[in-house]
């Protein structure tokens, strides 16, 4: 008797650890998979243990059958209550995880709703001090020379253009978060889209020494011309701000089996690995300072840029390259309905995606 149980034990134990390593390498399954497999272990084991018993005892074989009926009955039911459970648990947890997953969303967008009203205020709050100052000064008559009259109202006008503009971009960014940018799609080349940008840039990069290489290719696309021009524009800008005096700037582009793209390279030494995946963030400007210079923006651009290549569908990603770094923007041929080029390029070194 005592060798029966032992023996019936064992081989219980045996088939446990079995099942129990089976269902450990099932750990990354769904809530199902885990719980049918943790029942059928515990099942399977038993039966087993049953199964050893009923051989070492004399009962006929009769018995024997109705033995094996009873304990396959019961893994039947057992694994199907098990399948029943688990779906349930299933759809709890993810039900959970989604309510989570919304919630965190919520919270983030929250706190990047909280933390572009504190960064506007700050930005705000520079040139409405200017403006302030300098009206106070020529109503006070402390200012009385034509010549510093002048360079007053000047600046008051600098400042004003600076609002018009954080405001425009504010504006800008608000229709593309609520959906509400209309495309007005033409067909236009790339060349013709970077030479309009590289006009826009021209005087920015005689000032820095620059010089600007354009590469783009004879190729017709279907996009939003002035909002196309608008992120190259800014791409360019950004670009040109932060490489070295007497650097180059690169703009190529061409098209894949599956997109068509342009690129800017610049000269800027990098950026840093822990900022690459904020370059895109709303009021990101990769300095701790928070007051911008005289000749910068809010920090919405790139924002922006990245909402109208959404809008068309497309993306906009950056990395380093060697001495700089690589912005991208990339729509679908499909999105595109990009035309065969008129002529091809020698230079096609962009297509890898980041």
């Known amino acids: 008797m005592t060798h029966m149980v032992l023996t019936s034990a064992l081989v219980t134990l045996a088939a446990g650890a079995l099942g129990s390593a089976v269902v450990w390498l099932l750990r990354g399954r769904s809530a199902v998979t885990a719980m049918t497999g943790t029942v059928l272990v515990a099942v399977l084991a038993a039966a087993t243990g049953v199964t050893v018993a009923a051989n070492q005892m004399f009962i006929t074989a009769h018995d024997a059958g109705v033995l094996v009926a009873i304990v396959a009955t019961?893994?039947?039911?057992?694994?199907?209550?098990?399948?029943?459970?688990?779906?349930?648990?299933?759809?709890?947890?993810?039900?959970?995880?989604?309510?989570?997953?919304?919630l965190e969303r919520q919270r983030l967008l929250d706190a990047s709703q909280r933390e572009l009203v504190a960064w506007m205020s700050h930005d705000l709050r520079s040139p409405l001090a200017g403006i302030r100052a300098m009206a106070e000064a020529l109503e006070d008559g402390v200012v009385a020379d034509p010549t510093d009259v002048n360079t007053y109202y000047r600046g008051i006008r600098r400042e004003v253009a600076r609002l018009t503009s954080m405001v425009d971009d504010l504006f800008d960014l608000s229709r593309l978060h609520s959906g509400r940018l209309i495309l007005q799609r033409q067909r236009v080349t790339l060349a013709d889209l970077v030479a309009q940008a590289v006009s826009t840039a021209a005087p920015l990069a005689g000032?820095?020494?620059?010089?600007?290489?354009?590469?783009?290719?004879?190729?017709?696309?279907?996009?939003?011309?002035?909002?196309?021009?608008?992120?190259?524009s800014n791409l360019l800008t950004n670009a040109l701000r932060h490489s070295l005096d007497g650097a180059a700037v690169r703009i190529l582009g061409g098209s894949t089996a599956t997109d068509v793209y342009l690129a800017v390279e610049d000269q800027c030494g990098g950026i840093p690995d822990d900022d690459l995946p904020r370059v895109f963030q709303v009021g990101f400007r990769g300095s701790v300072a928070r007051t911008p210079g005289p000749d910068e923006g809010a920090g919405l651009g790139l924002a922006i840029a990245r909402g109208i290549m959404e809008a068309h569908g497309g993306t906009i990603d950056v990395r380093n390259i060697s001495g700089g770094c690589r912005f991208s923007v990339r729509i679908p041929a499909e999105k595109a309905d990009a035309l065969r080029p008129a002529h091809l390029l020698s230079d096609q070194s962009v297509p890898a995606a980041s």
């Not at 000032?207 to 190259?232: F, H, K």
């Open 207 to 232: 000032t820095r020494g620059v010089r600007l290489i354009d590469r783009a290719p004879d190729l017709t696309v279907c996009v939003d011309a002035r909002q196309v021009s608008r992120v190259l």
């Open 74 to 102: 019961a893994a039947g039911v057992g694994t199907a209550c098990a399948l029943s459970v688990g779906r349930r648990v299933a759809r709890i947890v993810q039900r959970h995880a989604d309510t989570a997953a919304d």
